[in-house]
């Protein structure tokens, strides 16, 4: 049975390799004749996106106090915008990060119910897949793009961020949506076999 209208998201640290994973697997979809929206979040387009983009360079002086209500709001117009109309016309949707990002980052700051409170009645995706990966590996990925660092991308952030990744996906777990968690430490052929393994389990079998 193929699902109509599936939502994915794809999760991990900085430096996962979300992005690449994303475009793969969108590509497999498509070869089976499944019409599939890449996206992610924050988003790029719209108006909230754009201002935590620049407040996460830096660009902007905005308090970790303002960031969990920021992209709270921006998943909300995310979803309304884009991610549920393309699912209402039976396409997939692939967010590049999702709730789960929250869960992880925000409850640094906010702490985790908090973070719930804002995010808990967005719609959940029908599979989550955590791209696996270390925090000492993820800041050496993100130091050897040459990229001006964002606010998480310290080891000590990294290491709670990862902490709360996994708070997060059980409680993701616990709402009755499907986690699936794959070692992203590997090339990026091998991650994307796992990834698709993933899809067909939970997904297309
Ligand atoms: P990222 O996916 O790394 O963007 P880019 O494509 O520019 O590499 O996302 C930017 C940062 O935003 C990343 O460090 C994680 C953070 N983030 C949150 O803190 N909370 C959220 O809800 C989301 C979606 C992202």
Do not use: K
Not at 74 to 93: Q, T
Not at 127 to 143: I, K
Not at 197 to 205: C, G, N, Y
Request: aromatic share 6%.
């Amino acid at each position: 049975m193929t699902a109509l209208g599936c939502f994915l998201a794809v999760e991990g640290l900085d430096g996962s390799g979300g992005t690449t994973q994303v475009a793969l697997l969108a590509d497999a979809l498509r070869t089976r004749g499944i019409e599939v929206l890449i996206t992610g979040e924050p988003t790029r387009t719209l108006p909230i996106g754009r201002l935590i983009r620049q407040a996460l360079r830096g660009e902007e002086p905005l308090s970790d106090g303002v960031l969990p209500y920021l992209f709270a709001a921006d998943r909300r117009d995310h979803l309304d915008r884009e991610i549920l109309p393309a699912l209402a016309r039976g396409a997939w949707v692939i967010s590049d990060r999702y709730m789960a990002s929250s869960l992880a980052y925000q409850s640094l700051a906010a702490g985790f119910d908090y973070v719930v409170a804002l995010n808990g009645r967005f719609r959940h995706p029908c599979l989550t897949l955590m791209l696996e990966l270390d925090p000492s590996t993820s800041l050496g990925r993100v130091a050897s793009r040459g990229e001006q660092r964002e606010r998480f991308e310290v080891l000590e952030t990294l290491q709670r961020v990862h902490g709360a990744y996994h708070q997060a996906l059980a409680w993701v777990q616990e709402q009755g949506a499907a986690v699936a968690i794959i070692d992203a430490s590997p090339g990026v052929g091998q991650v994307q076999a796992a990834v698709w393994a993933a899809v067909e389990r939970e997904l297309l079998s």
